[in-house]
Each structure stands twice: as C-alpha cells, then as structure tokens.
C-alpha cells in the first residue's frame, strides 16, 4: 500500500508544507474529513459500505504516512486523491468479476487452443523447460510468431529470443530423446 505515498506525490507537489499553523494530530483531521471523505467514496462507488471500505483505507494509507502528508497544506486533497484512486480500482476489479461471472453462468468458457493427444509429451518437456525458454517455444511455436515480436512481447532483445529457442530446442531434443537437427 506503500503506492499511495508514491502516487499522492502530485498532489503533495501544489501543496506547501504548512509552517504557519501547529501540526494537526491525525486523529483530528479524521475526525473533521470523515464524513465529506466517506461522501466523496459514496459518490464514486454508488455502495455506502464501499464507501466506508474505501475511506478506511485511504485514511490508513494517510495514517501510515502521516508525517509527511500531516505536513501538507491541504491533507485532505491527498486523502481525496488516494479515495478517487481506490474507487477506480474498485470499479474496474467489479467489472472484471461481472464478467467472470456472467461468463460462467452462461456456461461459457474462454476458447483455449487445442493440443492434440499426440502433442502432449511435447507440451509437457517444454513446461519442464526454465522459465523463460519455455515462453519463448510457446510463443515461437504455438502461436507461429516472429523471434522479433517474440522479443517485443517479453521485453528482450531478439539476440537473446534467439538463444533461448536454441538452448530450448537442444534441451527438448534431449528430453524426447530426437536428433538436434529434427528439433
């Protein structure tokens, strides 16, 4: 939850550290922003218990970094920011899990490539493989793509897809107990 503090930074940025007026305790500033802080969630989530959930976490995000952000000018607006935030990610983690159930009350299940019976000792040596030469043969093989899109989706360099579809291929070779130059 450390990315509050990192992503209220914005908003920490227009505002200057208070240096006229004493520290306000955070138990205050909770007491006096409760109520408009729980409004504001209740008008993004639409839910009064949402709301609630959302504020609560948004006053713990501040509480946990409440030296630094108890020093801003305007505390509330980071605490409205992190509330905003939190209702966003609420919405879209709802939106994934009505899909997910819509799918699943329709019977409805993702379309899945078909390996054939004959391929299963294949898929299962290349499971076995490191991590990272086995992406890059399902991704070369089972979905025929380009060592440079291969490379571009892994975020490597095309060199390096090259070497893993080598070394991969030799170890699938010896697994499945082929010559070198059938792999």
Do not use: C
């Not at 908003?11 to 240096?19: G, I, L, N």
């Not at 138990?27 to 993004?44: M, N, P």
């Not at 004959?118 to 890059?136: N, T």
């Amino acid at each position: 939850m450390a990315w509050y503090a990192e992503r209220g930074a914005g908003v920490a940025k227009r505002s200057e550290p208070a240096t006229s007026k004493s520290p306000e305790t955070f138990e205050d500033f909770y007491v006096r922003e409760f109520a408009a802080i729980v409004g504001l969630a209740y008008a993004l989530s639409g839910s009064r218990s949402g709301a609630e959930d959302l504020a609560q976490e948004a006053f713990l995000a501040a509480h946990r970094t409440w030296d630094r952000v108890g020093g801003y000018e305007e505390p509330g607006a980071w605490v409205r920011r992190v509330v905003a935030n939190l209702a966003v990610s609420a919405f879209r983690r709802r939106a994934v899990e009505a899909k997910a159930l819509a799918r699943i009350a329709l019977g409805q299940r993702p379309a899945l490539p078909e390996l054939s019976a004959d391929d299963a000792e294949f898929w299962s040596a290349v499971r076995s493989l490191p991590r990272r030469q086995a992406q890059v043969i399902a991704l070369h093989y089972l979905e025929d793509r380009p060592v440079a899109e291969v490379a571009r989706i892994l975020g490597t360099a095309e060199g390096t897809v090259k070497k893993h579809l080598y070394d991969g291929r030799r170890a699938l070779a010896r697994r499945l107990e082929l010559e070198e130059d059938e792999a």
